[in-house]
């Protein structure tokens, strides 16, 4: 707010005025940064229509107010402008606005309906996070993106149309919303990381021709979605059985939590397993994996909470970040010889494993790798290993490491008061 033409109506202007309902007067062309601050005395507040712009946290945590009417002339609204507003229930967008800044309404946890203009072209991150009593949004038809987190955890709403035109489906924008199904835009190119992560009501999602990339953990955790429509007219993606893939068929991108069967075999020929790919897929006992599969990616396979079996092929060389974390079914796994890596937290939460042998080529162990794995007795560790991360075996009370004497392994259980025994 440096233009020398604004008059703005700053903090210090803002302390002179103590009545429930505010008008600012006309003249003013900004509200100021923080002006109204952490006002709960405020009930209702009337914008002149001179007013172009409303400053960042402009009425940030006025938790009494009510309403308020932005004039037509308002073109930015800033960054957190009215976060945190928890009574603010009604809000009316004229046509003219063009940005609504980052988190400008997060957690207005009264806020039931919002109509965004068509003058809008840019809605900031995490713009209506934790609106937990949004149902309905009306986009405006020049928006092309919706960025991260823009609707995040708004758990009422169930529906929504998104704009034609959008391009871009931003890393967890609907993230924790109930949506229950959703028709992809046959604009929209990308679909972000988590962009759908913990819609648990989510039954059916139809991906259009346009769709080149879906990042992982899109669909993680969805536990009822069952149908994954993907247009024949593709050329980056297919549904093999229920299951999404590239259209190579070579990554295993998502396999829908709501699928009812309890075993599964992936294809032949996948050589790689998406991020968060089988992530919270609870009905699924047993997994058998191709020996075409290299690469198994973080949280691949967390939370099959029900996952008995599962075979890790030779060739994979790295157990990444969480890739068995809470798979609390699993009792054994067998790491190949190829393995030369396990990552922090990769059987964290596996409660009823009992014992893992780690092969020969393992150098390094990451941080919690086998933590609150509560009934593991027995882990054989080689001597060559480089390195051991902290917490590593957090909470594995009944556990006893097999090392050799002398070796890093042996002084490791030795400072962190892990019991050992030489091999």
């Not at 009337?46 to 006025?62: L, N, P, Q, Y």
């Not at 209506?128 to 937990?132: A, E, K, L, R, W």
């Not at 149908?227 to 297919?238: L, W």
């Given at each position: 707010m440096e233009n020398i033409?604004?008059?703005?109506?700053?903090?210090?202007?803002a302390a002179n005025y103590t009545d429930e309902h505010i008008i600012i007067p006309h003249g003013y062309t900004a509200i100021g940064d923080e002006a109204f601050r952490n006002r709960d005395d405020i009930l209702s507040v009337?914008?002149?229509?001179?007013?172009?712009?409303?400053?960042?946290?402009?009425?940030?945590?006025?938790r009494n107010l009510t309403s308020i009417a932005v004039p037509e002339n308002v073109i930015y609204i800033y960054d957190n402008a009215f976060s945190g507003c928890e009574n603010l229930a009604n809000i009316v967008l004229c046509d003219g606005i063009i940005e609504i800044g980052d988190a400008a309404f997060s957690h207005c946890i009264n806020l039931e309906s919002i109509e965004i203009p068509d003058s809008v072209q840019l809605i900031g991150s995490m713009a209506?996070?934790?609106?937990?009593k949004l149902t309905k949004v009306k986009f405006s038809n020049d928006i092309d993106q919706i960025k991260e987190k823009t609707f995040y955890e708004c758990v009422s709403l169930t529906e929504i149309t998104l704009p034609e035109g959008l391009r871009c489906i931003g890393g967890k924008s609907f993230s924790n919303c109930n949506l229950r199904h959703l028709s992809v835009p046959e604009?929209?190119?990308?679909?972000?990381?988590?962009?759908?992560?913990g819609c648990m009501e989510l039954q059916s999602i139809e991906i259009p021709a346009s769709v080149d990339k879906i990042e992982g953990f899109a669909f993680f955790g969805c536990e009822k979605l069952?149908?994954?429509?993907?247009?024949?007219?593709?050329?980056?993606?297919?549904?093999?059985d229920g299951v999404l893939f590239d259209r190579d068929i070579k990554t295993l991108i998502c396999y829908p939590c709501g699928l009812e069967n309890d075993s599964y075999k992936i294809p032949d020929g996948v050589d790689t397993i998406e991020k968060g790919a089988f992530g919270e897929c609870v009905k699924l006992t047993k997994i058998h994996i191709p020996d075409s599969v290299k690469y198994i990616n973080m949280q691949a396979f967390?939370?099959?909470?029900?996952?008995?079996?599962?075979?890790?092929?030779?060739?994979i060389k790295r157990i990444q970040l969480g890739a068995f974390s809470r798979c609390e079914s699993l009792t054994k796994v067998e790491l190949p010889d190829s393995v030369m890596y396990i990552g922090s937290r990769a059987f964290n939460q596996c409660k009823n494993l009992t014992s893992i042998n780690i092969p020969e080529k393992v150098f390094e162990i990451g941080y919690g790798a086998f933590g609150m794995c509560q009934n593991l007795t027995q882990i054989n560790i080689p001597e060559k290993i480089m390195r051991i991360e902290e917490l590593v075996f957090d909470k594995c009370s009944n556990l006893t490491v097999r090392c050799s004497e002398g070796s890093y392994v042996h002084k490791y259980c030795k400072e962190n008061n892990v019991n050992f025994k030489y091999f």
């Open positions: 033409n604004e008059k703005v109506f700053t903090e210090k202007d009337e914008i002149s229509d001179s007013v172009t712009i409303i400053g960042s946290r402009a009425f940030e945590k006025c209506f996070s934790g609106c937990i604009t929209v190119t990308l679909i972000d990381n988590g962009a759908f992560f069952a149908e994954i429509i993907v247009s024949d007219e593709n050329e980056y993606f297919t549904v093999i967390d939370g099959c909470k029900s996952l008995k079996e599962i075979n890790i092929p030779d060739g």
